[in-house]
């Protein structure tokens, strides 16, 4: 899946255009819509610095 974008309903509530993986399905084409709370509620968020990997296992990412 792929998050690309940002949206907002009439009440003014956040959501997230979503592309998912399984082609051109549905009536907007592959893409949907995920509310700000289910993303909260249903994926991880995960940031790192490349640097803090130790460079063996970095360089191996690399490849």
Not at 10 to 29: I, T
Request: charged fraction near 20%; glycine fraction near 8%.
């Amino acid at each position: 899946m792929l998050i690309y974008g940002k949206a907002v309903d009439e009440q003014g509530k956040p959501y997230y255009l979503v592309k998912n993986s399984w082609g051109q399905m549905g009536d907007y084409k592959g893409t949907w819509y995920m509310s700000r709370d289910y993303m909260k509620l249903n994926t991880t968020y995960l940031f790192l610095n490349r640097n803090a990997l130790p460079k063996a296992f970095r360089m191996q990412l690399l490849r």
